[in-house]
């Protein structure tokens, strides 16, 4: 596990190091530079031109420390510089003198002529850029972007990208490689900044482990190793050991969202998966999954009738209970949504159709407690909010902190980057999965491996956050295997157990 920080969290980091600790910032500067100089001779071959594209912070104080290791160890350098000098940061001043003092080409961005760039170091905007990039920035970068450089290499975070959201807040130019200082910053860990990184290096320049601490970071990014972290099965365990799924799925001849969630969560673990659903998909299931208890009801007398205590005994069967894949806009489903929250007392899975009925009859929030885990895709989010969908994908953190504060519950946006809220203020940044898993049911199978977890007694932090990467890393194969195009969401779940052997490894 790797923490993700925000950029006022770093620049706290930054300073309380700088001014508290007091390590100098050329020292800092100097290792940062190291770093960048160690990636662009790996990505450099031998005569090529390589570019500093230097803005007057820091950030372009470390570009041009960069550039001059480069420009000592025999590459043709050139430092492009954006931005007063009058008006530079300190250490952006003191690193052009070097710089000229060497007598390195430093030409200001104005008066340069191209000619070409077959590597590009991006030291324009650091994480401190929080406004959109307007005037004479914008104009020098649209520029650069226009020549097409061979390779570049971001420097900390790719220019334009906001480090907080992941937005793009000017003309970026997507990056091959970025070597970020001390921490993930948040903005690199999601969409669309996420696509501009490239591959992303997190050099340890020499910020204490302290300085780190006191800032608390609430992000977190899950690493396979971490998967050791799900626990073993017991040689003397039966199947009462791995607990009871109640996976409430499935409208009239629907049937495939109720399979896909027990078989995933049959696959992590669980000990015992019942499916409640739709009289007419009883044949169906027994065929497709003939391990799964089927309990099933018709839609009518979950309308009519009283059905308090048939539920109540359902809920207390369960370990966890899933409710809403699949299991339509009508009218029972809500009213069976109202049963399960008013009747259970055990971990609750908020899923698809369950999330809409929330969104349509806002009351039923009301009956929300600290067992309530919800997984909306952003649709759903915007349903459940009444915000559009840009303005969540805008900040998926800010979205998903805020549903989990206002309702107390672990909130699982889901999107290429799964951004979970816990209700403890911590985030959880998913960066396994791929494109591949964008088809009808991956969700679904998403909704059963955290049953799955659950059930099987992992503390709900654990099982939710590995489950989403679990999940990722299952598509991922199931990728390997069929192909991007190719996979359907029951390979996905087939690959769980794929994913679990690498706890060996």
Not at 47 to 70: F, V, Y
Not at 123 to 137: D, Q, T
Not at 375 to 397: C, F, Q, W
Not at 454 to 481: F, I, N, P, T, W
Request: hydrophobic fraction near 45%.
């Amino acid at each position: 596990m790797r923490e993700v920080v925000g950029r006022k969290q770093m620049k706290e980091i930054d300073r309380y190091t700088i001014e508290e600790i007091g390590i100098g910032s050329m020292v800092l500067m100097e290792r940062a530079a190291l770093a960048v100089y160690e990636e662009a001779v790996k990505l450099a071959e031998p005569g090529d031109t390589i570019w500093a594209a230097c803005g007057n912070g820091n950030n372009g104080a470390d570009g041009i420390a960069a550039a001059r290791m480069l420009h000592l160890a025999g590459y043709e350098v050139i430092v492009l510089a954006l931005g007063e000098e009058e008006s530079g940061s300190r250490e952006y001043q003191a690193q052009l003198a070097i710089a000229r003092n060497l007598d390195m080409d430093v030409i200001e961005i104005q008066d340069f002529l191209p000619g070409r760039c077959d590597l590009l170091l991006d030291a324009i905007f650091g994480i401190g850029l929080s406004r959109p990039i307007e005037g004479k920035n914008q104009k020098a970068m649209e520029f650069l972007k226009s020549l097409e450089p061979k390779k570049v290499l971001a420097v900390d975070i790719p220019s334009g990208v906001h480090a907080d959201t992941g937005a793009w807040i000017g003309p970026v130019i997507p990056a091959d490689v970025t070597v970020t200082f001390g921490c993930e910053k948040r903005g690199m860990a999601v969409y669309p900044g996420r696509s501009a990184c490239g591959r992303v290096v997190i050099a340890d320049i020499g910020f204490p482990k302290a300085a780190i601490e006191r800032v608390k970071p609430e992000g977190f990014v899950l690493e396979k190793k971490d998967l050791a972290r799900i626990p073993r099965r017991p040689a003397d365990s039966n199947k009462g050991t791995f607990g009871k799924v109640l996976i409430i799925a499935g409208s009239r001849n629907m049937s495939g969202a109720a399979y896909l969630s027990a078989l995933a969560a049959y696959r992590s673990g669980a000990g015992l998966v019942r499916i409640l659903t739709d009289e007419s998909n009883r044949a169906i299931l027994q065929t497709q999954l003939p391990e799964a208890i089927l309990t099933t009801y018709e839609p009518d007398r979950i309308e009519k009738e009283d059905a308090t205590e048939w539920a109540e005994a359902l809920c207390s069967w369960a370990t966890v209970i899933v409710i809403g894949p699949g299991l339509s806009r009508e009218t029972y489903a809500s009213r069976l949504l109202g049963l399960v929250l008013e009747n259970a007392y055990v971990p609750i899975i908020l899923d698809a159709d369950g999330l809409n009925a929330v969104a349509e009859h806002p009351h039923l929030a009301s009956y929300f407690t600290d067992n309530i885990i919800i997984t909306p895709h952003l649709g759903e989010m915007a349903r459940l909010t009444g915000k559009s969908i840009d303005v969540l994908k805008g900040n998926l953190y800010q979205a998903a902190r805020e549903y989990s504060d206002a309702h107390d519950v672990t909130c699982v946006l889901k999107d290429a980057a799964c951004v979970t809220a816990f209700r403890d203020g911590t985030l959880c940044i998913n960066e396994s999965g791929c494109s591949a898993m964008a088809k009808g049911g991956s969700g679904d199978v998403l909704t059963g491996i955290l049953a799955g977890f659950l059930a099987s007694g992992m503390e709900e932090k654990d099982a939710v956050s590995l489950g989403v990467y679990v999940h990722g890393l299952a598509g991922e194969e199931a990728a390997k295997r069929h192909g991007n195009e190719s996979i359907l969401a029951s390979e996905i779940a087939d690959e769980i157990g794929t994913v679990l052997k690498m706890r060996d490894i």
